[in-house]
C-alpha cells in the first residue's frame, strides 16, 4: 500500500485569516503530485481584508492571490491544469474573461464558470484549481 503524500499548505495572508474566522478549510492541500487550491476570494494579502471594488478589480485579487497560494505550495499559475471560477453576476463573464486572460495567456488551463448566490461575506468572485506541483 502506498504511502499517503498529503501536506497542508500554509499561506502568508490568507491561512491567518481563516483560521482566525474558524472556516474548517486549507487554503490549498499538495498531494502526490498536484496542488488542489480552495476557493480563493480577492483578499488583500497585507491586510486580510476583501477588495472591494467591480468585478474586474476583485478577479485581478483573486488571481494574484491564487498566484500566491500556488507559489507557496511550490508550484505556479504555468503549472495550472484546471480552475473553477464562481461568481455572482453572469453579466460581468466579459470583465472577467477580460482580466483572467492576463494571467493565462498561452495554453490557457480547462475551466468552468459557476453562477451562484451572494456570499455571506463581502465578495462577488471566487476562484479554486489544480495545479502540478
Given at each position: 500500500?502506498?504511502?499517503?503524500?498529503?501536506?497542508?499548505?500554509?499561506?502568508?495572508?490568507?491561512?491567518?485569516?481563516?483560521?482566525?474566522?474558524?472556516?474548517?478549510?486549507?487554503p490549498?492541500?499538495?498531494?502526490?503530485?498536484?496542488?488542489?487550491?480552495?476557493?480563493?476570494?480577492?483578499?488583500?494579502?497585507?491586510?486580510?481584508?476583501?477588495?472591494?471594488?467591480?468585478?474586474?478589480?476583485?478577479?485581478?485579487?483573486?488571481?494574484?492571490?491564487?498566484?500566491?497560494?500556488?507559489?507557496?505550495?511550490?508550484?505556479s499559475?504555468?503549472?495550472?491544469?484546471?480552475?473553477?471560477?464562481?461568481?455572482?453576476?453572469?453579466?460581468?463573464?466579459?470583465?472577467?474573461?477580460?482580466?483572467?486572460?492576463?494571467?493565462?495567456?498561452?495554453?490557457?488551463?480547462?475551466?468552468?464558470?459557476?453562477?451562484?448566490?451572494?456570499?455571506?461575506l463581502?465578495?462577488?468572485?471566487?476562484?479554486?484549481?489544480?495545479?502540478?506541483?
Amino acid at each position: 500500500m502506498r504511502a499517503l503524500d498529503r501536506t497542508v499548505i500554509d499561506v502568508p495572508g490568507i491561512s491567518e485569516g481563516i483560521r482566525k474566522a474558524r472556516v474548517p478549510l486549507s487554503p490549498a492541500i499538495r498531494a502526490n503530485g498536484f496542488v488542489f487550491v480552495s476557493g480563493t476570494p480577492p483578499i488583500d494579502l497585507a491586510t486580510g481584508n476583501f477588495v472591494r471594488g467591480d468585478m474586474a478589480q476583485q478577479t485581478e485579487q483573486c488571481l494574484r492571490c491564487l498566484q500566491h497560494v500556488l507559489e507557496s505550495a511550490g508550484s505556479s499559475l504555468e503549472k495550472v491544469c484546471k480552475v473553477v471560477i464562481y461568481a455572482t453576476d453572469t453579466t460581468q463573464f466579459g470583465r472577467i474573461n477580460e482580466v483572467y486572460a492576463r494571467f493565462f495567456k498561452e495554453a490557457p488551463p480547462a475551466r468552468s464558470f459557476v453562477p451562484v448566490a451572494p456570499w455571506p461575506l463581502d465578495f462577488d468572485i471566487e476562484i479554486e484549481c489544480v495545479a502540478l506541483a
